[in-house]
């Protein structure tokens, strides 16, 4: 079982970066992909980007890349997300979650935090 927690989301001017971070602890020492997503009020959860667990895979989703990048720290067990270029329509609560392999969909995905908000003025 894995357990995550994000943090770093905030208010941002249109433009502007914020660093996400994704907390994971495990009761045994497993080893788990990591994938952000999204999801603005009225709209469907978005994918933003994936991490194998050797960090060597990285997937992201059309509408960042370019502009985000994830990583990770095994030896912390975090995965971070770095937003750069931010853009109004960015906003939205983002949620990371475990599994076993970087995969788009959301339903590759046993275990999701529970989310933080990100918000990006214009």
């Known amino acids: 079982q894995v357990q995550l927690v994000e943090s770093g989301g905030g208010l941002v001017q249109a433009g502007g970066s914020l660093s996400l971070s994704c907390a994971a602890s495990?009761?045994?020492?497993?080893?788990?992909?990591v994938g952000w997503f999204r999801q603005a009020p009225g709209k469907e959860r978005e994918f933003v980007a994936a991490?194998?667990?050797?960090?060597?895979?990285?997937v992201y989703g059309d509408s960042v890349k370019g502009r985000f990048t994830i990583s990770r720290n095994n030896a912390k067990d975090t995965v971070f997300l770095q937003m750069n270029s931010l853009k109004p329509e960015d906003t939205a609560v983002y949620y990371c979650?475990?599994?076993?392999?970087?995969?788009?969909?959301?339903?590759?995905?046993?275990?999701w935090g529970q989310g933080t908000q990100v918000t990006v003025s214009s």
């Open positions: 495990t009761r045994a020492r497993s080893r788990y992909a």
């Open positions: 979650a475990a599994g076993l392999v970087a995969t788009m969909g959301p339903g590759d995905y046993n275990y």
């Open positions: 991490i194998s667990w050797t960090g060597i895979i990285t």
